[in-house]
């Protein structure tokens, strides 16, 4: 049956090509918009770590100072050099690193190279499940000695060394020399979820190295500081400043609940001990409840996909009302079929056919135009353009949402056509 | 024309006339709000920066000891200065569209404990106000003496004489005279000698709570944390060669710092990319409402032929007993026109509801009223528009049509 309502729809749209255009033009634009604002959507809102992105948990507090706190405020992002201290001594996590973003001159042929460099722990590295391509990551031993190493990503590595295995050669930052251990693999997170601070979207580090060397080192580090009095040194150990980045691994659901009963220990901790008199905020989000909290897609990508998804409505509605145009032209044809025997449901299933075959015509059009648009997005001058494609669901997407549009636009007309009663049709031709 | 036999006719039509109005109120909300957002960026990218801009470009440099900062100075400055076609070469914080630096809370006592305004501080060593064509609007400019010497690591002298933007002033000091008055940041008081009429902030966002003019230039000496950021000037035809031939004298003046490309250009080019996002955006919300319009008139002339289709019979009776071909363009033209009245009547409060989200989501200001009668036009002429082949075709019926059966 399925067959021949396929031919009668065939016969019927090809019996007027201009309105058939018409139709998958309106769908194909609609898909087309929609498509391309949620494929960015979808990007910008995806898990850049799906296998572990439940276990790896952002730290936060506020530990303010009375003077300095204000009810209702938002639980600052990063912590100060005192707590992260603290966390790291107790350890209570599986894996736990605090880190900081930096940037430093590398000596090299020809002209010095400014890096974008990550202060953190040796735990870093697993924690994130950053690939090796030569060597291996510091030790927690490094960490605690303050030890001259460094990992350097594969690109720094392909520029200074040609990019052959360079574990043992040194880095030289200034004065100083650090010790190469180890060379990334390809490792790209976007977003960039564990510093968010410091650009959302774009390529990893060049340069990792301990934290506690870098203090040593006094290297300078980027990102937000935010101190609550004068100070000399924001990096000093007691500084009344936050500026470190605290991540903590937890790998089943009652770790995280322990840990999360930990925090608020050590919060009360510190509020006995004086530091503040307010009770204090301590939280740990895992990797997507803290990608909410920092509303990682832009507003205006938001806006996109609203103003898409409103273009697609107002393109359904004029298929609507071409379907039904359609359709009640043919009220005599109708009438034929239903006086010589099709039921109402046949006439109803003919109807959402055709509207089928116009709403999958109008996705493969659309899908064209998304491709389009996504080339079009990718031009646009923003961070995250380059990281913008078409995965294999969407793809899927694409369709279904041609299809059940379609289906959906040709339901009220198809009602209409099946109500059509026989005798007045056919007395009316 | 009589309009009681078209509504009784739309009566038998009812779900299609809906349809259409509907299509049309969705399109009058859309179109008024896409309009009013790509206003509202093209105001916000006229953002006056106060400055030469054409005149002027900046080179930025990092990896340098901060120890060295002085001699660092000399070396650029008089180097840049015998660059062919520079006009003047000065030491500057940051220029408008630049890197953002020295953004703080300024209060208006020496406790600190509330910030009525975050400002951006611009430095600049003497000259820096010529070159880059400040306008004064009241008070005086610094005098040699103003300029002071930043020791070690300070960020400011502890006392400066500073000149701020007349919107800075007046959100500051509403409706009061700024000069003489004094602010603080951290432990760093400030004193207004002057008030400019505009410099706008380097890196500007409508979402933060900073005004885009809400600068202090700070007369400082070069030297110390003012250092690694030189404002260029050249006449206006020449600026982007001048640039280019600084960039390339980077590597021979200081060999041993790192020049910043990313912020190494001619102002017109750093406002041009700053405001890069926002003219995209614009274009594309002009896409929107161009594929809105087509895919609205297209429905119009779509449905509307089928009704004169439909009809061939009827328009061929009324021209048989009587009625001229204006009168059957008149009949489907009023139609229409009713039709869109009534979609732009919902689409009115549509647009309004929508321009409320937008105002929850995204800080976009009240819709001004004036938008509405000015979409209703352009639908109306839309509607006209897609009516008239449908409705010429209609009006070319003959009459003879009359006395044929199918």
Request: with cysteine; aromatic share 8%; hydrophobic share 50%.
């Amino acid at each position: 049956m399925f067959g021949y309502y396929l031919d009668l729809a065939l016969r019927s749209l090809k019996r007027n090509k201009a309105l058939t255009a018409l139709m998958v033009l309106a769908i194909a634009l609609g898909i087309g918009t929609s498509m391309t604002t949620l494929t960015v959507m979808h990007v910008l809102s995806g898990d850049p770590i799906p296998q572990k992105s439940a276990q790896l948990f952002r730290v936060r507090m506020n530990v303010f100072p009375d003077d300095s706190f204000r009810p209702g405020d938002k639980v600052p992002d990063n912590l100060t050099r005192r707590d992260v201290e603290a966390l790291l001594r107790d350890a209570r996590a599986d894996r736990q690193a605090a880190m900081s973003a930096g940037a430093m001159v590398v000596a090299a042929q020809g002209e010095p190279l400014r890096v974008a460099t990550r202060y953190t722990g040796a735990d870093f590295f697993p924690m994130f499940d950053v690939p090796m391509r030569y060597g291996r990551a510091w030790s927690r031993a490094d960490d605690a000695s303050r030890a001259r190493v460094a990992v350097i990503s594969s690109v720094l590595n392909e520029q200074l060394f040609g990019g052959v295995d360079s574990v043992g050669k040194t880095l030289q930052v200034g004065e100083q020399s650090l010790r190469i251990v180890g060379v990334l693999g390809d490792w790209n997170m976007n977003p960039r979820f564990y510093d968010l601070s410091n650009g959302q979207f774009g390529d990893s580090e060049q340069v990792f190295l301990p934290l506690s060397t870098a203090l040593d080192l006094k290297l300078s580090s980027s990102g937000s500081t935010n101190c609550w009095s004068r100070t000399n040194d924001a990096r000093a150990a007691d500084a009344p400043c936050i500026w470190l980045q605290y991540w903590a691994e937890l790998d089943t659901p009652a770790k995280a609940a322990t840990y999360r009963q930990y925090l608020q220990n050590y919060i009360a901790l510190q509020q006995q001990a004086g530091r503040f008199s307010h009770a204090g905020q301590a939280e740990a989000l895992d990797v997507m409840q803290w990608l909410d909290a920092k509303g990682v897609v832009p507003a205006d990508v938001r806006l996109q996909t609203w103003l898409a998804l409103g273009f697609l409505g107002i393109c359904l509605l004029n298929t609507v009302g071409l379907l039904l145009a359609k359709f009640l032209r043919r009220s005599g044809e109708i009438g034929v079929r239903r006086a010589l025997g099709a039921s109402r449901r046949a006439i109803f299933l003919q109807c959402l056919v055709e509207a089928g075959v116009v709403g999958l015509a109008g996705g493969v059009l659309g899908l064209a135009l998304a491709a389009l648009g996504l080339v079009l997005v990718r031009h646009q001058p923003t961070d995250y353009a380059a990281y913008i494609h078409m995965d294999l669901r969407m793809l899927l997407a694409t369709f279904v949402l041609a299809l059940a549009s379609s289906l959906l636009a040709g339901l009220l007309p198809a009602w209409r056509a099946m109500q059509v009663a026989p005798a007045v049709a056919l007395k009316s031709n | 024309m009589q309009i009681k036999p078209i509504l009784s006719a739309l009566k038998k039509h009812r779900l299609a006339t809906f349809l259409i109005a509907m299509e049309i109120a969705l399109a009058c909300a859309v179109l008024c709000n896409a309009v009013f957002m790509i206003a509202n960026r093209l105001t916000a990218m006229n953002l006056d920066s106060g400055v030469d801009e054409s005149s002027l470009g900046a080179i930025t440099v990092t990896g340098f000891d901060p120890a060295q900062a002085t001699d660092l100075n000399a070396r650029m400055v008089a180097g840049l200065r015998a660059v062919p076609g520079v006009e003047s070469a000065q030491v500057i914080s940051s220029v408008p569209f630049g890197a953002q630096s020295l953004v703080a809370g300024i209060s208006l006592d020496p406790s600190g404990k509330k910030t009525p305004a975050v400002v951006q501080f611009y430095q600049g060593a003497p000259g820096t106000i010529d070159a880059l064509g400040l306008k004064l609007e009241a008070g005086r400019l610094p005098a040699t003496s103003d300029y002071q010497p930043l020791s070690g690591q300070e960020y400011f002298p502890a006392v400066s004489p500073v000149l701020v933007t007349r919107a800075l002033a007046e959100h500051l000091w509403p409706g009061q005279n700024p000069l003489g008055r004094e602010f603080w940041m951290a432990k760093w008081q400030f004193r207004v000698i002057g008030v400019l009429s505009h410099l706008s902030v380097s890196q500007y966002t409508e979402y933060a709570e900073q005004g885009a003019e809400w600068t202090v230039f700070v007369p400082t000496l070069p030297g110390g944390q003012l250092a690694g950021t030189y404002l260029i000037r050249a006449k206006p035809q020449d600026i982007e060669s001048v640039m280019t031939t600084a960039r390339a004298a980077v590597a021979k003046i200081a060999p041993e710092v790192v020049l910043d490309h990313e912020n190494s250009h001619s102002v017109s080019f750093l406002r041009e990319r700053f405001f890069r996002t926002d003219r995209a955006m614009a274009g594309m919300l002009v896409g929107v409402i161009v594929a809105l319009l087509g895919v609205t008139a297209l429905g119009i002339v779509g449905l509307a032929s089928f009704w004169v289709a439909q009809r061939r019979k009827q328009i061929g009776i009324r021209r048989a007993i009587g009625a001229t071909r204006g009168d059957i363009l008149r009949y489907f033209q009023t139609e229409n026109f009713l039709i869109v009245t009534f979609g732009i009547a919902l689409g009115m409060a549509l647009a309004f509801v929508l321009n409320a989200v937008l105002m929850k989501f995204y800080e976009l200001p009240h819709l001004p009223l004036y938008y509405l009668p000015v979409g209703a036009l352009a639908l109306w002429a839309l509607g006209q528009l897609a009516v008239l082949g449908p409705a010429l075709r209609a009006a070319n019926v003959p009459p003879v049509v009359a006395t044929r059966s199918v």
